[in-house]
């Protein structure tokens, strides 16, 4: 669990020649190792036209390389014990499994191969209908419906505002060239690091690295990061649709990016605010008022923002938009000492409790890498939070007064 | 490493402990209770629900807010909730905060406020969960799909497995501060588990259970019958809906059956991972739907297999005709390769499944309530090694789900076609 990250002379951190980033991170007591392509790549990186191409490359991934047909790649992923999976987001895309330790050799080797992909025609049709499927089932989760409306509307034109998975129509277009284009330019060895946690020799996977990992090609053009200015017009949208039960809304103003240096900070104002133990908890749900209510911060590279929402019956959607709006200005009366250093202590608690098994302590590790481009211990981490005083977040406060709201309001009428 | 065996106890008014002592940091437990919603007083649905949240509304002599507070005070996470057969409430944190965690959980259920003036506001924030489901049509198939495969007799004891967790609205109405008074007693140490993972002593983990949980009343412990219905089915018409989902229920094997291992390894080829028979037919091959699955489920002491599939309305068909194939196409066994596979994942699964104290917390409830004992993981993974090929397509010739399975499809238009008998693909 707490596990001391590194003996001291063996830093975590190599960058192989060609740019490609090794994270290691071994742990002799540990029963199982996992391992990560963490690729610096997300939707934000998208051409608007080209929506959805990050995570259609997510899924093809698994199809196969020229060496190893779909299934077979799929079998030996089972063959390790069926422990892996990948995700997309606006800026990271992630690839991973874990083994039993014996397994580590065959558990890089696949993964390495996966990330090598045929993308071929014949392959990719069928995962265009998958990902169609995927993206008509969101389409049915109210919850979704009125995110993905916030997020357009708060994010105006910027790419942080690109729906992960596309549209149909973005999808329908993606053509096997724009695929490919997408991959070469994206993955590069620059933008790929590779973290390893758990039960292994780092000598071995060292040399491993060393003989499989150099000849990744370096991406012939680099990824255009556009600065993150949200349009955040301060507007509430109402958005009708009379099949529905139950009134869902969402908000969104402006916050920290990943390398401020008040981003604990933020995101203790956060669980002030909309915690399970927060202001919005207890004004709102516990009265009955509604049923959820929440806020949380999210960073992005140069930029984060606070989002929460709340459901609740449609006849008392204005009473808990009022009631909502009311907590969010009396914020300030929520920053005590004894409330920040309850808050920071859960934080700091739920770091360490996260970082117990190879798997949990991975993400973390490959996504603040990503994220502030340094490696983190968990007991940093933890000490990060515990760390945050009552001034810092009314610093916060000062610097995102969250007091201009987007919101979008999805509900019968 | 992972050779820990539980430590059992069985304090004096009932409660069983299981402990098992690992290094580390951190502690996990888990609270059993066996009172779920399937024990709901017929006509008052919604009991268990409401009266969960009303423990927490206050405790040892602290009012609601003061307990919230007491819990993040010590930074630990909590786990639980209401289910079918049981009420679980569990936590994980620091080592050193365990006497204290532990003493909250135990006031919540020894010493509670019920504040009845909190009442109608739980009994509101119920029925809107209720209203909630109807806009999550893969809620809604749940709960059709259990109401049509378990049926309620005069004479068993609670409402049964039908309805939702968080009751009916006439049940809600029916719920008082005196009915739910009541229906507390049922709740105690008699079939309740409590599962510790820590680095402590035994004997300082047994006088910490002593003493946090002397005093419980005794409780009943009543299992409610699953009484499965087969053969049935029903479309939900959902006309804005995207997809058309379905489902599938149909016997399985019991945890204490000889084949349970067996069954289990099957649904692993099945389902288990991205080369699973159900993945690769539906989603890899055809492209057929993005969500597939089929997964074990243990109602009453019984094992039931539940399968899942959204596909949008025109591919509908064609998926359920691939899903009904593959259950057809069980009994005739799975390749060597297919064994070796999902033998291999298996066992990996349970040595991930207990990395987590939490994990493992939860697993000690778990085996206890369903197989009697604690399955230490490197046993457990013994007894997966002594499966042979041969035993479990022994056991898969004589499996065949699809003869009484419960059928429920929700979506835009009318009811699936399908054919009522599959032919067998293999």
């Known amino acids: 669990m707490t596990r001391r990250a590194q003996p001291e002379d063996s830093p975590p951190e190599h960058r192989l020649p060609n740019g490609l980033t090794l994270l290691l991170e071994s742990d002799p007591a540990a029963q199982t190792v996992a391992a990560g392509y963490f690729v610096n790549t997300g939707a934000r990186d998208e051409q608007s036209s080209e929506m959805g191409v990050s995570h259609f490359l997510e899924h093809l991934m698994f199809k196969g390389s020229e060496a190893l047909p779909s299934q077979a790649l799929n079998e030996r992923l089972d063959d390790l014990g069926g422990q892996s999976n990948a995700f997309t987001s606006e800026e990271a895309t992630v690839y991973h499994a874990a083994a039993l330790p014996e397994c580590t050799g065959e558990l890089l080797g696949t993964l390495t191969e996966l990330m090598r992909p045929a993308l071929r025609p014949a392959d990719i049709e069928p995962e265009r209908q998958v990902i169609l499927e995927e993206i008509a089932m969101y389409a049915e989760q109210p919850s979704v419906r009125v995110m993905d409306a916030l997020r357009a509307d708060y994010w105006g034109a910027h790419p942080l505002g690109h729906q992960v998975l596309g549209t149909p129509e973005t999808v329908a277009a993606l053509s096997r060239d724009v695929l490919r284009r997408n991959w070469q330019e994206r993955y590069g060895a620059g933008q790929v690091t590779l973290a390893v946690v758990g039960a292994f020799n780092e000598a071995q996977v060292l040399a491993w690295a060393g003989r499989e990992l150099v000849s990744w090609a370096v991406a012939e053009a680099n990824p255009v990061i556009s600065p993150a200015v949200p349009a955040h017009p301060g507007t509430l949208r109402r958005l009708l649709d009379p099949g529905l039960t139950r009134v869902q809304a969402a908000f969104a103003t402006p916050g920290l990016g990943t390398r401020h240096p008040l981003r604990e900070a933020a995101a203790i104002l956060a669980d002030l605010i909309g915690g399970e133990n927060g202001a919005l908890y207890w004004a709102l749900v516990d009265t009955g008022l509604t049923d959820s209510a929440d806020l949380v911060h999210l960073d992005y590279r140069d930029t984060g923002v606070f989002e929460g929402g709340f459901s609740c019956d449609p006849e008392r959607l204005e009473t808990v938009l009022a009631a909502y709006r009311k907590v969010m200005a009396g914020a300030e009366a929520l920053i005590t000492d004894t409330a920040v250093r309850r808050a920071a202590r859960k934080a700091a608690v739920g770091t360490l409790l996260r970082a117990e098994a190879p798997q949990g302590r991975l993400f973390t590790l490959g996504m603040e890498y990503l994220a502030v481009g340094e490696v983190r211990t968990t007991e940093e981490l933890a000490a990060r939070y515990t760390a945050v005083t009552a001034g810092q977040v009314r610093e916060v406060l000062r610097l995102c007064p969250l007091n201009l709201l987007t919101g979008v309001v999805l509900g019968p009428g | ?426």
């Open chain 2, 1 to 426: 490493m992972l050779c820990q065996t539980a430590t059992l106890w069985t304090l004096e008014g009932g409660l069983r402990v299981a402990f098992e002592r690992r290094p580390g940091p951190g502690f996990a437990f888990d609270l059993r209770v066996p009172v779920g919603s399937a024990h709901d007083p017929r006509g008052q649905e919604g009991s268990a629900a409401v009266l969960e949240e009303w423990l927490f509304r206050g405790a040892g002599g602290r009012d609601s807010r003061q307990l919230q507070d007491a819990f993040d005070d010590l930074g630990v996470r909590r786990s639980g909730g209401v289910g079918p057969e049981a009420t679980r409430t569990g936590a994980s944190g620091l080592l050193a905060d365990l006497p204290a965690a532990l003493e909250l959980v135990a006031d919540v259920w020894t010493r509670p406020v019920l504040p009845q003036s909190d009442l109608p506001t739980l009994l509101d924030l119920a029925r809107q969960d209720l209203e909630s489901l109807d806009d999550s049509p893969t809620d809604l198939l749940a709960l059709k799909s259990r109401a049509l495969a378990f049926t309620h007799a005069p004479g068993d004891p609670g409402s049964g497995y039908a309805h939702p967790t968080s009751g009916t609205l006439d049940g809600l109405a029916q719920i008082s501060a005196a009915s739910l008074h009541r229906h507390l007693e049922q709740y105690g140490q008699a079939g309740s588990v409590l599962g510790i993972v820590a680095d402590l002593p035994e004997e300082d983990v047994l006088a910490l259970a002593q003493r946090t949980f002397a005093g419980w009343r005794s409780g009943q412990d009543v299992q409610v019958p699953a009484r499965f219905a087969p053969g049935g089915r029903a479309h939900l018409p959902y006309p804005d809906g995207e997809q058309t989902h379905l489902t599938l229920t149909a016997p399985g094997v019991d945890p204490r059956s000889p084949d349970w291992l067996a069954w289990q390894l099957a649904l692993t080829a099945l389902s288990g991972g991205s080369s699973s028979r159900l993945f690769m037919a539906v989603r890899e091959e055809r492209g057929l739907a993005y969500s597939v699955s089929a997964s074990p489920t243990v109602l009453g002491g019984q094992g039931f297999l539940s399968v899942y599939a959204g596909s949008t309305p025109d591919r509908a068909p064609e998926t359920l005709q691939v899903v009904r194939a593959e259950l057809e196409r069980l009994s005739a066994g799975l390749s060597d390769d297919e064994f070796r596979r999902a033998h291999a994942g298996l066992s990996a699964s349970v040595v991930f499944g207990g990395e987590s104290l939490r994990g493992r917390a939860h697993a000690l409830t778990r085996d206890l309530t369903l197989f009697g004992r604690v399955r230490g993981v490197s046993g457990l993974r013994a007894e997966i090694d002594a499966l042979t090929p041969g035993q479990v397509n022994a056991f898969l010739r004589r499996y065949t789900p699809l003869q009484d399975a419960t059928q429920v499809t929700l979506g835009p238009g009318a009811e699936l076609q399908s054919p009522q008998r599959q032919q067998v693909q293999a």
